[in-house]
C-alpha cells in the first residue's frame, strides 16, 4: 500500500501569512495526488487535482505543486475561513490512502 | 445541481448488519466511479472502497475486506454499502463521494454509523 505522510499535523498562523503543507508518498505516484479542505461538521471539500491543478470556483491563493514523492500545498495569503483541516489524497493505486490531515489554526 | 444524499446510518450492536445508501442526483451516475470514505470521531479520513462506472471493479480497504460489500444501481442513480459483521471500530461518519479524473467530487453530507453495544 502507498503511505501518505503529511506535515505538520497542526500549525498556527495569523491572517495574511504564507502557509505551506507537505505530503509524501512512500513511493512514486506521479502527479495523481489531491488535497481537500474540511471544516468541522461539514463534508470535505475538492481544492486541487493532479498535484496542481486548481479546481474550478477554487480562490486562486491556494496552489498546489511536486510530483513523485513529495508535494505542497500553498495558501499564500491565509484567509478567515481558511481555517480547516487540510488532507492530500493519493490517487494512483489501490487502497487509495489519505494524509493524516493537517489543523490550520488561527494565531 | 450535483447532488449525493446518504442514508441508512444508525446504531448497531458488534456483530451486527447494516446497510448505507448513497442516491445521486444532477449528473450521469453511471458514467463514474464511485466510493465510500469514512470518518472516525476526531479522526482522519479513511478510504473504505471503490465501485467502478458499470460494476467491474471493487476495492476494498484491508480493513473492511471480508465484511463489506460496495454494489450500485445504475438504474435507480444509488450506491450502496452492505455492511457485515460490525464492529467498535466501524463507529465512523460514512461518505459517499464521486470519483472523477484524480478526484473525489462531490461528497455527500454524511450518514454516522454508531456500533456498540
Known amino acids: 500500500d502507498i503511505q501518505m505522510t503529511q506535515s505538520p499535523s497542526s500549525l498556527s498562523a495569523s491572517v495574511g501569512d504564507r502557509v505551506t503543507i507537505t505530503c509524501r508518498a512512500s513511493?512514486?505516484?506521479?502527479?495523481?495526488l489531491g488535497w481537500y479542505q474540511q471544516k468541522p461538521g461539514k463534508a470535505p471539500k475538492r481544492l486541487i487535482y493532479?498535484?496542481?491543478s486548481l479546481q474550478s470556483g477554487v480562490p486562486s491563493r491556494f496552489s498546489g505543486s511536486g510530483s513523485g514523492t513529495e508535494f505542497t500545498l500553498t495558501i499564500s495569503s491565509l484567509q478567515p475561513e481558511d481555517f480547516a483541516i487540510y488532507y492530500c489524497?493519493?490517487?494512483?493505486?489501490?487502497?487509495?490512502?489519505f494524509g493524516q490531515g493537517t489543523k490550520v489554526e488561527i494565531k | 445541481e450535483v447532488q449525493l444524499v446518504e442514508s441508512g446510518g444508525g446504531l448497531v450492536k458488534p456483530g451486527g448488519s447494516l446497510r448505507l445508501s448513497c442516491a445521486a442526483s444532477?449528473?450521469?451516475?453511471?458514467?463514474?466511479?464511485m466510493n465510500w470514505v469514512r470518518q472516525a470521531p476526531g479522526k482522519g479520513l479513511e478510504w473504505v472502497s471503490s465501485?467502478?462506472?458499470?460494476?467491474?471493479?471493487?476495492h476494498y480497504a484491508d480493513s473492511v475486506k471480508g465484511r463489506f460489500t460496495i454494489s450500485r444501481d445504475n438504474a435507480k442513480n444509488s450506491l450502496y454499502l452492505q455492511m457485515n459483521s460490525l464492529r467498535v471500530e466501524d463507529t465512523a461518519v460514512y461518505y459517499c463521494?464521486?470519483?472523477?479524473?484524480?478526484?473525489?467530487?462531490?461528497w455527500g453530507q454524511g450518514t454516522l454509523v454508531t456500533v456498540s453495544s
Open positions: 513511493q512514486g505516484i506521479g502527479n495523481d
Open positions: 465501485i467502478s462506472s458499470s460494476n467491474g471493479y471493487v
Open positions: 463521494a464521486r470519483e472523477r479524473i484524480l478526484l473525489f467530487d462531490p
Open positions: 493532479g498535484a496542481s
Open positions: 489524497l493519493q490517487h494512483n493505486d489501490y487502497p487509495r490512502t
Open positions: 444532477g449528473f450521469t451516475f453511471s458514467s463514474y466511479s
